[in-house]
Nanobody, 125 residues
Framework: LRLVESGGGLVQAGGSLRLSCKAS??????VGWFREAPGKKRLGVAC????????FYADSVKGRFTISRDDVKNTVYLQMNNLKPEDTAVYYCQTGMPPTPTAMCAIPAPDFGSWGQGTQVTVSP
């Protein structure tokens, strides 16, 4: 599995970014975005499954971030609005077979076999 993230950058507080992730060969049932801030653990912030289950969002991003997937384009997105300096981190996507988005985002990062290179998001005050 190869995951390639893109779309990060430097933005002022209150701004927006849209991250993209492509998988090769394909995404599994559940996808997620994780982030790792300097000195902190890599944690799930937004996860989504195929089907009718509601997405999971960490409390810190709820109402500001939206995860989506386009299985035709084999791409997962993270729309980030009203960005805050505390959103500064390297963002990674991931995929797997957990049955729910909540379960996906709860998986400790070391339990995943491989990661992409991530994309840096920096939010200035």
């Amino acid at each position: 599995l190869r995951l390639v993230e893109s779309g990060g950058g430097l933005v002022q507080a209150g701004g927006s970014l849209r991250l993209s992730c492509k998988a090769s060969p394909d995404f599994d049932h559940t996808v997620g975005w994780f982030r790792e801030a300097p000195g902190k653990k890599r944690l799930g912030v937004a996860c989504l499954s195929t089907g009718s289950l509601a997405p999971f969002y960490a409390d810190s991003v709820k109402g500001r971030f939206t995860i989506s997937r386009d299985d035709v384009k084999n791409t997962v997105y993270l729309q980030m609005n009203n960005l805050k300096p505390e959103d500064t981190a390297v963002y990674y996507c991931q995929t797997g077979m957990p049955p729910t988005p909540t379960a996906m985002c709860a998986i400790p990062a070391p339990d995943f076999g491989s990661w992409g290179q991530g994309t840096q998001v920096t939010v200035s005050p």
